[in-house]
């Protein structure tokens, strides 16, 4: 079936520092990729989403980056502060097909030390 | 504004025991719903969802069922609850002029011993 793989499971920052989330999706049809954030016994929180006929996508210290070639896309978070640790999940969604069924990645759980 | 409720917040079930969880949204009308379940450190896994009333479809076989009998109101059932039926279980809504944006709400954690 449609996966989407996301990569690494666990990163660890210090503050200051920029992190990277990764994620690789296998269907074709996808064109719609959202990134939740989701602290500690709460719910995911969309923060930032890319559609396919964009390339990149910014909003303060957060970007995304897609590349529709090689399936993949990334979430980018500079100067990095404490607050930002959460666990970050990606997801795939075929939107024109009505349902808008997202196909999450199995999460990233980001970590920064202050 | 949009606002979605869920309740209840946590719950405890002996396994065997039914299930049901509400989720209801305010602000809106004809939204997408969904329901999902987060086993304890994992991710989000698809369960149900539905574009209108009565209509439901499933992602996952399992002894789960959903509902909606009405436009803003979802339902998720067991009749028989199973150990592995614990997790947080999240409802999420999308509506236009974005229906692909889909919004959480705040969650029912189910622990069935």
């Known amino acids: 079936g449609e996966n989407v793989e996301q990569h690494p499971s666990t990163l660890s920052v210090q503050e200051g520092d920029s992190a990277v989330i990764k994620c690789t999706y296998s269907?074709?049809?996808?064109?719609?990729f959202p990134w939740y954030k989701q602290e500690l016994g709460k719910r995911p929180q969309l923060i930032i989403d890319?559609?396919?006929?964009?390339g990149e996508k910014k909003d303060q210290r957060i970007a995304v980056t897609l590349n529709k070639t090689a399936k993949h896309f990334s979430l980018h978070i500079t100067e990095t502060q404490p607050e930002d640790s959460a666990v970050y999940f990606c997801?795939?969604?075929?939107?024109?097909?009505?349902?808008?069924?997202?196909?999450f990645g199995t999460g990233t759980r980001l970590k920064v030390l202050a | 504004s949009q606002t979605i409720h869920q309740w209840p917040a946590t719950l405890v079930q002996p396994v065997g025991s039914p299930l049901s969880l509400e989720c209801t949204v305010e602000?809106?009308?004809?939204?997408?719903l969904y329901w999902y379940r987060q086993a304890a450190g994992r991710g989000l896994q698809l369960l149900f969802y539905?574009?209108?009333?009565?209509?439901i479809s499933s992602e996952v076989p399992q002894n789960l069922s959903a509902s909606r009998p009405q436009d803003r109101q979802f339902i998720l059932s067991s009749k028989k609850l199973l150990l592995s039926d614990s997790g947080f279980y999240l409802c999420?809504?999308?509506?236009?002029?974005?229906?692909?944006?889909?919004?959480f709400g705040p969650g029912t954690r189910l622990t069935v011993t």
């Open positions: 997801a795939a969604s075929p939107i024109t097909s009505g349902t808008y069924k997202y196909i």
């Open positions: 999420a809504w999308s509506t236009g002029p974005r229906p692909y944006e889909q919004y």
């Open positions: 602000g809106t009308s004809n939204p997408n």
């Open positions: 269907d074709s049809a996808s064109n719609y």
């Open positions: 539905s574009v209108g009333i009565g209509q």
């Open positions: 890319i559609r396919s006929n964009v």
